[in-house]
């Protein structure tokens, strides 16, 4: 009997401590300001011009409509007022300035390909990397005006641009077309529950949904933030890259598109370059979708496609210091910038099989 009493102090000893502990825990937490970080999920308003359009226009979003975000913070200082910023589109239908079909003499075009990324999910029109490569290429270069012209559409796959590149692109007549390829490319269809390497829709879940106690435990909001961090995020990632092999569809479908792309700008002698993006994510250790960047070099560099890993740009991230906010793994002006001069620079390197002319000193 003495044994269990013994016991049973020692028990109720531990549990006391356990208790005591964890109160002092949540004290301090709520004293030190110190909180699980949880967020709102970005909101998207459409505002169609005032008696303008309200339709999408084929291989476009709606012409002179403004798509405006709000995040429930501003964590840089980079957005406007009410942590909003807009993106507005073009006659086009497209998120740019205005052009002409007719390309104006002494212009050298380059027209962008691309989803979100490209689009500037987040990132002022005039910091997205397609801009930032027309502004380092017009100040390095002579006897020329180069114009950027930006197609990209959000949730788009190297399919659509194929046919956006055919259906309307080529009308421009570019002098050379930049495909901003992101890894979840090689999905035909993004909003599928099928096993997938597609990052923001389940990844930021984390950030955004905390359960019923997270609301009134510090403690416990912050804790399951983390586990949650460590564990079912990891376990999410190894299960996408584990989806992706060179012999599913969504690949086959997506390599095959790039060498139609490669094969339409052949017959026109208009030079390709695929600037393969990361999703920033452990980008300074153990990168996970390492696999999925080799295979989409691998096939390009095979097929005779120019191409360039920006992934070996970002070294010393690693990878949320580049989002646009906690709940957007889109890149901010800053991945955007260190992307834009790496294009650029790689044009300039390669100036002669774009038809650039080099700047003499």
Known sequence: MRKVLHALQKCALVIGAFVVTVVVLELAMRVLGIHAGYHRARVDVVMPRENGPTERLPHAFVPYATVRSRYDSNPRGYFDAANTIDHVHNSAGWRDSEHSIDKPAGTYRILGLGDSYLWGQGVRADEICLSRVGDTLNTELEGIRVETINTAISATNTEYQLSLLRDRGLAYSPDAVIVHFVLNDVEADLYTDKPKIEFFRNYTTIYAHPDWLSGRSRLWGWARRRWLEIFSAR?????????????????????????????????????????????????????????????????????????????????????????????????????????????ANYLLRNAEAFGLPVKND
């Open 235 to 343: 376990a999410y990632v190894k299960q996408a890259i584990a989806s992706f092999n060179t012999e599913s569809e969504g690949w086959v479908r997506c390599s095959e598109a790039l060498d139609q792309i490669q094969a339409t700008c052949g017959e026109r002698d208009i030079p390709l370059l695929v600037a393969i993006f990361p999703f920033f994510h452990q980008l300074d250790g153990d990168y996970p979708f390492s696999v999925v960047h080799d295979a989409v070099r691998g096939h390009c560099e095979s097929s005779g496609i120019r191409v360039v890993d920006l992934r070996e740009y970002y070294g010393g991230y690693s990878g949320p210091e580049l989002w646009v906010h906690p709940t957007d793994q889109h890149p901010n002006e800053i991945a955007h910038g260190i992307a834009g001069d790496a294009i």
